[in-house]
């Protein structure tokens, strides 16, 4: 038997007249559409104690009641994929995630997937919100990240994340030489035209704060450390570029590599080869859910981007002459 859930929301102006199905995924985002749809089928989650179809549409001030039991999410597998885990217990996993590795199976992304590799790792997590995971990392982005192994630890993660406790820290590798750190505080939503991208957003995007301080100045590019109020979607490479200072590597935000005139041989390689972006999440702070105890985990930065680091040291120093980027 899963483990029973019971929450409750109302539905804001913004959403009035939306399918039930659309709503409900807006306003209890730690579980999967087909599984809310599921339970709306069911008569596990209620508006205003009614049972709907999913495609029915709701008012501004209904209210959503879910009671349901947490079954296991079907059609993820598990896969014996190696993790890099910092700290395990039984209430929570922090782990190393790798460039390159999709943090959920998704369209293109069926398996292979850190979700696949938990579930081989810890079954038990079939039965949770997505698999545990609270918080993502684009698939190109390294670093830390916590997962919850029960139900009463994913709430309370959630919660803190929703709080804006949770202490998350990031290295970044920026085109372009900052005179200085600073707070962007910019809306963030989905591009008018593009759809797979993010954008700042003048009207309807939602907030996002992103603090950023210089690490390191190099010619041309700079090392920042950057932390997070707020956690939307590629927030960090969103913001960074609506400074023009997208991040080294980014292939959506970032352009096409900007080379410094007369730069070397050495220096074209490595921002050429450099086929990510340049993010690596190292440091995670957070209140363990069982205990009350403040943790704090570091993650060192990978070798791409330790080797990217060591050819600007040496190939752009910040004393180098103040060449234009072509």
Request: aromatic letters at 4%; glycine letters at 8%.
């Amino acid at each position: 038997m899963g483990e029973r859930i019971r929450q409750q929301a109302r539905v804001p102006e913004e959403l009035e007249g939306a399918r039930l199905d659309q709503v409900a995924a807006q306003l209890f985002p730690d579980y999967s559409r087909s599984r809310l749809q599921s339970w709306i089928k069911k008569g596990q989650l209620c508006a205003d104690g009614q049972v709907l179809r999913p495609r029915d549409k709701v008012a501004a001030g209904v209210v959503l009641q879910l009671d349901a039991e947490l079954e296991q999410e079907t059609g993820w597998q598990p896969q014996a994929i190696d993790l890099d885990i910092l700290f395990e217990d039984d209430s929570i996993l922090v782990l190393n995630k790798p460039a390159g590795l999709v943090v959920h199976p998704a369209a293109g992304h069926a398996d292979g997937t850190l979700v696949n590799a938990l579930l081989a790792h810890a079954p038990e997590l079939s039965q949770l919100p997505r698999a545990g995971i609270v918080h993502r990392l684009d698939m190109e982005t390294s670093g830390i990240m916590v997962v919850a192994r029960t139900l009463a630890a994913h709430h309370h993660l959630v919660a803190q994340l929703q709080a804006r406790t949770v202490k998350r820290e990031y290295c970044a590798v920026c085109i372009g030489a900052m005179t200085g750190g600073g707070t962007i505080e910019a809306a963030i939503g989905r591009h008018p035209r593009h759809r797979k991208k993010m954008a700042v957003l003048a009207v309807g995007g939602k907030p996002a704060v992103t603090h950023y301080r210089v690490t390191e100045r190099f010619a041309h590019h700079t090392r920042v450390t950057v932390t997070l109020e707020t956690g939307r979607t590629h927030q960090i490479r969103v913001h960074m570029a609506h400074r023009h200072y997208p991040l080294v590597g980014d292939p959506v935000y970032g352009g096409r590599p900007r080379i410094p005139a007369g730069a070397s041989d050495q220096l074209i390689t490595a921002l050429r080869g450099f086929q990510r972006q340049a993010l690596h999440a190292q440091a995670l702070g957070l209140v363990h859910p069982r205990s009350g105890d403040t943790l704090q985990f570091d993650c060192p930065l990978p070798e791409d981007l330790l080797s990217l680091l060591s050819v600007l040291q040496r190939e752009d120093p910040p004393n180098a002459p103040d060449t234009a980027l072509y």
